[in-house]
């Protein structure tokens, strides 16, 4: 994309390749060739647009999209999106009539989910596809220890007055991240342990599944019908511990322009609070991004930029609307240069340097960014609402 041309007059803006985003689907359904692949696009797509990014992974060939929430998963279906959907997340009073109504499978851990989803069911004069979902050990979601078989009984009754149809059991890793912790085995044989006493009660789920990003990259056992990558798709590795980059490329960069360029006297303070003072005589710049962007506040002094060839950091406290850096006494950079916050490792800093920076993890980096950036989308066509 070429950033003097297409972005006059933005201050901040990230930059979506979607040819990136279709080459990583192509690389992670080739790690789990044998399975189906839902690409995870909640939260916007991670940060990165729903829309765009839940027809270019179908483009790509992912067979199915997951959301955490139901309005996700009813604006995927407004759109004009009929690949297969998965949402989670629900509450006592949630649309289950509207996600019936639009074809969209729903998980359920606990028998209230179950007895709201048959109701929506028989409401809308169909049977709606469920997906038990059973905690092997995160704690989160899903029906644990002694819930599990009265979730999987109540599940049968429903299923026999066809009111709904038990299509899938699933579950989610605590720590598939660290790749030899003994959690991840134990998790694994706990869920198939859960699924065949599920199928000794009759339940024929047409997909098991286990494997986040994670698990597909590192963890073939737990491939099982279905692997369900979220931040790998968009080019972040979820083991960054581990050096390899699985040959996924990082699908957004963010960048701003500087606002002003000014020489600053060594000794006096930048920004709130004055936490950072030069040392010597140089020149800052004013970056017209800030915390109400998604720019982590824990970025003051430590978030890594690049200016031109220089890479520098914030300057100072980061604040709602802009942040400043430090060009050094030297700089030529006048207002206009572009700043790269992060992007692919050619190009300057990562969002997993900021996620190190910051001491978090490169997901929020992204997810975080904020709706008044505008995203410019490239590669691919957002063409043909059929995706």
Same mark, same amino acid.
């Given at each position: 994309?070429?950033?003097?041309?297409?972005?006059?007059?933005?201050?901040?803006?990230?930059?979506?390749?979607? @040819?990136?985003?279709?080459?990583?689907?192509?690389?992670?359904?080739?790690?789990?060739?044998?399975?189906?692949?839902?690409?995870?696009?909640?939260?916007?797509?991670?940060?990165?647009?729903?829309? /765009?990014?839940?027809?270019?992974?179908?483009?790509?060939?992912?067979?199915?999209?997951?959301?955490?929430?139901?309005?996700?998963?009813?604006?995927?279906? *407004?759109?004009?999106?009929?690949?297969?959907?998965?949402?989670?997340?629900?509450?006592?009073?949630?649309? +289950?009539?509207?996600?019936?109504?639009?074809?969209?499978?729903?998980?359920?851990?606990?028998?209230?989910?179950?007895?709201?989803?048959?109701?929506?069911?028989?409401?809308?004069?169909?049977?709606?596809?469920?997906?038990?979902?059973?905690? #092997?050990?995160?704690?989160?979601?899903?029906?644990?220890?002694? @819930?599990?078989?009265? $979730?999987?009984?109540?599940?049968?009754?429903?299923?026999?007055?066809?009111?709904?149809?038990?299509?899938?059991?699933? #579950?989610? +890793?605590?720590?598939?991240?660290?790749?030899?912790?003994?959690?991840?085995?134990?998790?694994?044989?706990?869920?198939?342990?859960?699924?065949?006493?599920?199928?000794?009660?009759?339940?024929?789920?047409?997909?098991?599944?286990?494997?986040?990003?994670?698990? #597909?990259?590192?963890?073939?056992?737990?491939?099982? *019908?279905?692997?369900?990558?979220?931040?790998?798709?968009?080019?972040?590795?979820?083991?960054?511990?581990?050096?390899?980059?699985?040959?996924?490329?990082?699908?957004?960069?963010?960048?701003?322009?500087?606002?002003?360029?000014?020489?600053?006297?060594?000794?006096?303070?930048?920004?709130?609070?004055?936490?950072?003072?030069?040392?010597?005589?140089?020149?800052?710049? $004013?970056?017209?991004?800030?915390?109400?962007?998604?720019?982590?506040?824990?970025?003051?002094?430590?978030?890594?930029?690049?200016?031109? *060839?220089?890479?520098?950091?914030?300057?100072?406290?980061?604040?709602?609307?802009?942040?400043?850096?430090?060009?050094?006494?030297?700089?030529?950079?006048?207002?206009?240069?572009?700043?790269?916050?992060?992007?692919? /490792?050619?190009?300057?800093?990562?969002?997993?340097?900021?996620?190190?920076?910051?001491? #978090?993890?490169?997901?929020?980096?992204?997810?975080?960014?904020?709706?008044?950036?505008?995203?410019?989308?490239?590669?691919?066509?957002?063409?043909?609402?059929?995706?």
């Amino acid at each position: 994309m070429n950033s003097t041309d297409t972005t006059a007059g933005l201050t901040v803006w990230a930059e979506i390749d979607l @040819d990136a985003l279709e080459h990583n689907i192509r690389t992670l359904r080739a790690r789990a060739a044998q399975s189906q692949l839902m690409a995870v696009v909640k939260a916007d797509a991670y940060g990165h647009g729903l829309l /765009p990014v839940a027809r270019a992974a179908v483009r790509a060939g992912a067979d199915w999209l997951g959301v955490a929430q139901l309005a996700e998963a009813c604006a995927l279906r *407004d759109a004009g999106v009929t690949t297969r959907l998965l949402a989670w997340l629900s509450v006592p009073g949630s649309d +289950f009539s509207g996600a019936v109504r639009r074809d969209i499978d729903l998980s359920a851990s606990a028998p209230w989910t179950l007895d709201a989803i048959a109701a929506a069911a028989r409401e809308q004069g169909r049977s709606a596809r469920v997906h038990l979902k059973v905690d #092997t050990g995160l704690g989160r979601g899903g029906a644990h220890g002694p @819930d599990w078989p009265a $979730l999987v009984v109540h599940a049968r009754r429903l299923e026999a007055e066809g009111a709904i149809s038990v299509v899938g059991v699933w #579950t989610h +890793f605590a720590m598939a991240d660290a790749p030899e912790h003994p959690t991840v085995l134990a998790q694994q044989d706990t869920f198939f342990e859960a699924v065949a006493l599920a199928e000794r009660a009759g339940v024929r789920p047409e997909v098991r599944h286990l494997a986040n990003s994670a698990a #597909t990259l590192v963890h073939p056992d737990a491939h099982a *019908d279905l692997v369900r990558p979220g931040i790998a798709i968009y080019g972040l590795s979820p083991v960054p511990q581990v050096d390899d980059d699985f040959g996924l490329r990082p699908v957004m960069t963010l960048r701003a322009r500087l606002a002003l360029v000014k020489r600053w006297p060594a000794g006096r303070g930048i920004s709130y609070g004055h936490v950072y003072a030069p040392e010597s005589d140089t020149v800052v710049g $004013l970056v017209p991004a800030g915390y109400a962007d998604g720019i982590p506040r824990e970025a003051t002094n430590v978030g890594p930029v690049r200016v031109g *060839d220089l890479s520098t950091t914030v300057a100072g406290r980061v604040c709602m609307d802009q942040f400043v850096v430090d060009l050094g006494p030297g700089s030529d950079a006048v207002a206009g240069d572009v700043v790269t916050l992060f992007g692919s /490792p050619s190009e300057g800093p990562t969002a997993q340097d900021w996620a190190d920076a910051t001491d #978090t993890i490169s997901y929020e980096i992204v997810a975080r960014i904020g709706a008044r950036v505008p995203r410019l989308w490239s590669g691919g066509s957002d063409q043909g609402a059929g995706a």
